[in-house]
């Protein structure tokens, strides 16, 4: 039986996709790749065809999704830049976020389980974390060495704040850290 050409491609990203969500929700070793297969409507040879293994399919998810969508956004001048920064911290540092893991950011998932992978996925990570804190620096304003300490502290506060209120069993509790951390990551910001 012959497949359309770009079936393969298709497959592919199915299963970038599915493993991303089902990865933030599940954790690295909380799923196995025939999980991860199924959650991507494909068998566990097409994932194989793909991906050489469960931790290439980590590598890929993080290069495609850390700090997206911002890291990857266009908005012009450097207030333009600090709005979006504010809007993305608002979304990022909220209770929609702690509950809804699968849509999520990657970072507060599967951080831990990245610290454990393979050079080449700790690279990755790196790489992305990277651009991520220079894209949120050239938002701030002052000294270069200040807005890189800054930019540190605000992907440190939206990482931490939302990993620790997914822990916390109180929804009430867990918005107040959160709206704690929303606070102290926007005043970093500055004007």
């Known amino acids: 039986m012959r497949y359309p050409p770009d079936q393969k491609a298709k497959a592919k990203d199915a299963i970038l996709e599915a493993g991303a969500r089902e990865l ?113 620096a050239a938002c701030l304003a002052g000294p270069q060495s200040d807005r890189e300490r800054r930019a540190w502290g605000i992907v440190s506060v939206m990482v931490g704040a939302v990993a620790i209120a997914r822990a916390m069993s109180g929804e009430k509790e867990a918005a107040r850290a959160l709206e704690s951390s929303l606070q102290t990551a926007l005043s970093l910001i500055g004007r």
């Open 24 to 136: 933030r929700i599940n954790g690295f070793n909380g799923i196995g790749v025939d999980g991860l297969a199924a959650a991507a409507g494909v068998t566990s040879g097409a994932f194989y065809s793909n991906f050489a293994n469960k931790e290439a399919l980590l590598e890929a998810v993080i290069d495609s999704c850390l700090g997206e969508p911002f890291v990857s956004a266009n908005a012009g001048n450097a207030d333009e830049w600090r709005k979006r920064l504010r809007e993305w911290l608002t979304d990022y540092i909220s209770l929609q976020h702690r509950n809804n893991a699968g849509p999520g950011c990657v970072m507060p998932a599967l951080s831990a389980d990245v610290a454990r992978a393979s050079s080449p996925v700790r690279s990755a990570y790196q790489h992305k974390m990277l651009a991520l804190v220079r894209k949120i």
